[in-house]
């Protein structure tokens, strides 16, 4: 039997990240000689969200709900083979697990904060009602799965306390970096952000969405301590922050510390492509991505990858992707997280090659090939238990020299 992997994406309301992991599988596996497929459920009556008001979020829940249960039944039965396995990329999905009985399946679980929020684990984030329901609901798909792959054991122990899952039914696989981060050319990279950002000089970065547990008033607040510091210092040259996500200028005007020079230094930058992303990591002094929670946290290995210095929360997962080439600093405590800061960049310039040095060997650590014959494993046992002994034809763990 030649397995056929259908893989069950994320419709266009979520977030970029959630998005991507689907296709990156896609494009490793077809690598690998795997035939898969991607489905999602598309935006139909969620296009009308934004004039709906307060009832928007129950138009994508037609398309993910009511219309999307019915391809996938067709689906399955258009492509129903003794080999096939269908992987939910998504934890959020995990509802559709009731309808995969007959299948062998997984799902990947990336984080259980919703979760946690619904349960009252994290009271700065209340959960509405209509949340908490959906919540259920993917619980009880989780409590389902056959098997449940997480990107971090952080998520993994969140996973088996609140859905009981038994170690032997859950795994943990790191994400890969998701774009060919490395170091650019401190040309190539000035010569861009200066054309795409505007930024001249040295400064600190940060890489986020506007999700609670980024911590975003976190990141202004280290960054007017560190201001304050260098003040102090008498130091002549002030670094910029910039801020790589939705901008916040309301929120920074309600910081004690906020005055017209800090607003200047901010720059805010929405949605760069990954190249202007590698540039700004490349030349950045370091990242700072202090967050409460994480379910892995792909922008610490992707500035490592690129030689920036990381500093971030001292708790996992954190600290599992950071390892040992990180610097870690308690998010509740700015002035203290202030200081680190300003140790960091005056590192002489040999501890400051060491710690590059560290980081781009961490970031190491999370391959492609890695991610890919993991998963490649779990197919494997996952079909061979589903189909009993028989022989199922799977690709190599590894890339041949032809697919390299």
Same mark, same amino acid.
């Given at each position: 039997?030649?397995?056929?992997? /259908? ?16 296709? %990156? ?23 009308? !969200? ?8 129950? +138009?994508?829940?037609?398309? @993910?709900? +009511? /219309?999307?249960?019915?391809?996938? $039944? ?18 959020? &999905? ?17 984080? %259980?904060?919703? %979760? ?8 700065? &984030? ?5 949340? $908490?329901?959906?919540? =259920? ?39 890969? +970096? ?14 861009? /952000? @200066? ?18 547990? @980024? ?5 202004? !607040?280290?960054?007017?301590?560190? =201001? ?7 130091? !002549? ?10 901008? +916040? ?9 906020? &005055? ?48 920036? =210095?990381?500093?971030?929360? &001292? ?21 203290? !997280? ?29 391959? #492609? ?13 996952? /079909? ?17 020299? #032809?697919? $390299?």
């Amino acid at each position: 039997m030649t397995p056929k992997v /259908i893989l069950i994406g994320n419709s266009d309301e979520f977030l970029f990240s959630m998005k991507l992991f689907p296709e %990156m599988l896609q494009r490793l596996l077809r690598q690998r000689g795997v035939e898969v497929l991607l489905i999602r459920p598309k935006t139909i009556f969620g296009k009308f !969200a934004p004039w709906a008001g307060p009832l928007g979020k129950w +138009l994508f829940y037609v398309d @993910k709900f +009511l /219309i999307f249960p019915f391809v996938l $039944k067709s689906v399955l039965w258009r492509e129903r083979a003794p080999g096939l396995i269908v992987h939910v990329c998504d934890h959020s &999905n995990a509802m559709y697990v009731h309808r995969l009985r007959e299948v062998a399946h997984l799902v990947t679980c990336h984080d %259980m904060m919703p %979760m946690k929020s619904a349960m009252g684990e994290v009271p700065q &984030n209340p959960t509405s009602w209509t949340g $908490k329901c959906f919540q =259920r609901l993917i619980l009880r798909g989780l409590k389902r799965a056959r098997f449940v792959a997480c990107v971090s054991t952080a998520s993994q122990c969140d996973l088996m306390r609140i859905a009981g899952l038994p170690a032997e039914q859950t795994r943990v696989i790191f994400n890969s +970096l998701n774009h060919p981060y490395t170091p650019m050319s401190p040309a190539e990279a000035r010569s861009r /952000i @200066k054309a795409r950002v505007g930024v001249e000089g040295p400064y600190l970065l940060h890489v986020g969405s506007n999700s609670w547990y @980024k911590n975003r008033l976190g990141v202004f !607040a280290i960054y007017a301590g560190l =201001r304050r510091r260098l003040l102090e210092k008498g130091t !002549a040259v002030m670094p910029k922050l910039v801020y790589a996500g939705p901008s +916040l200028q309301r929120e920074i005007a309600s910081l004690p510390e906020w &005055n017209p020079e800090m607003e200047r230094d901010i720059i805010f930058v929405k949605g760069p492509d990954n190249e202007t992303l590698r540039a700004l990591y490349s030349e950045a002094e370091l990242l700072l991505f202090p967050s409460w929670d994480e379910g892995f946290g792909w922008p610490i290995i992707e500035a490592q990858a690129c030689g920036c =210095r990381v500093v971030t929360t &001292n708790k996992a997962p954190m600290t599992e992707v950071g390892g040992d080439a990180a610097f870690y600093i308690d998010p509740h405590d700015s002035p203290g !997280a202030a200081a680190v800061v300003l140790g960091i960049l005056e590192q002489p310039l040999t501890e400051r090659r060491t710690a590059i040095e560290k980081g781009i060997v961490n970031a190491g650590r999370f391959t #492609e090939d890695r991610m890919i014959a993991d998963y490649l494993e779990v197919y494997h046992q996952l /079909i061979r238990e589903h189909c009993g002994q028989a022989r199922v034809e799977m690709p190599p763990l590894t890339p041949t020299h #032809e697919q $390299k």
